[in-house]
């Protein structure tokens, strides 16, 4: 059964640093996305990486795979307080259904 | 450009009622899936549907089911709810190919008292 790890799973920062949010998973699959979800909102998608080296930024966001570790990554460039979210990493089973990642709490302190 | 709109945005029932959700995808999407989550967890999933036929199925009991309309729109029935049941109850839609994300409604949040 595919499983899917994060961590950390909480995570806080402070403005101007740097840090990185890791997610493992058990099977291969070449589809991993990333998902950004604020309190009480749903989930807005981030990045989806399809291949082995794919690298994806936006902003202070950016995001890499590595197909044959089962790793992706998720690094935060000089993290600013709107970062503050939860992010989630999933990965696309055969079967088409995403499997989540508990999810990494992360808030940026002033 | 209208996002995937879910309904009703809350919910109360009690234990063994049932429980309809609807869901209607962003316009030109085929596929939907519906997603539990838990407080402080991950979605699960627990259908997607494509072209009105069920494409996948997560670990759900069978109280749990789900359909597609002629128009792409979607609903997701319970029966004999539980406490457990209580969560948030995500539909997302995509246009079904390889590389097409989620997109997420905001949810119907249901609580079974």
């Known amino acids: 059964e595919l499983k899917v790890e994060q961590n950390p799973l909480f995570l806080s920062m402070q403005e101007g640093k740097n840090y990185t949010i890791y997610c493992n998973y058990s099977?291969?699959?070449?589809?991993l996305y990333w998902y950004r979800q604020d309190p009480g909102k749903s989930l807005e998608s981030l990045f989806v990486?399809?291949?082995?080296?794919a690298v994806k930024q936006e902003g202070r966001l950016m995001a890499s795979l590595d197909t044959k570790a089962r790793l992706s990554t998720l690094h935060i460039t000089a993290a600013v307080h709107d970062l503050s979210a939860t992010y989630f990493c999933?990965?696309?089973?055969?079967?088409?259904?995403?499997?989540f990642g508990a999810g990494t709490r992360l808030t940026v302190k002033p | 450009d209208t996002g995937v709109t879910q309904s009703p945005t809350h919910l109360i029932k009690t234990r063994g009622q049932q429980v309809t959700l609807r869901c209607s995808p962003i316009?030109?999407?085929?596929?939907v899936s519906w997603y539990q989550q838990v407080l402080g967890q991950g979605p699960q999933f627990i259908f997607q549907?494509?072209?009105?036929?069920?494409?996948g199925r997560g670990n759900f009991p069978d109280r749990f089911s789900a359909r597609q309309f002629p128009n792409y729109s979607s609903e997701l029935n319970v029966n004999a709810l539980l406490l457990g049941d209580s969560a948030l109850y995500l539909c997302?839609?995509?246009?079904?190919?390889?590389?097409?994300?989620?997109?997420f409604g905001n949810g119907t949040r249901l609580t079974v008292t």
């Open positions: 999933a990965v696309q089973t055969l079967n088409n259904d995403m499997r």
């Open positions: 997302a839609s995509s246009e079904g190919t390889f590389n097409s994300p989620l997109h």
């Open positions: 316009s030109g999407h085929k596929s």
């Open positions: 549907y494509y072209e009105k036929e069920e494409r």
């Open positions: 990486l399809l291949s082995n080296g």
């Open positions: 099977t291969t699959s070449d589809r």
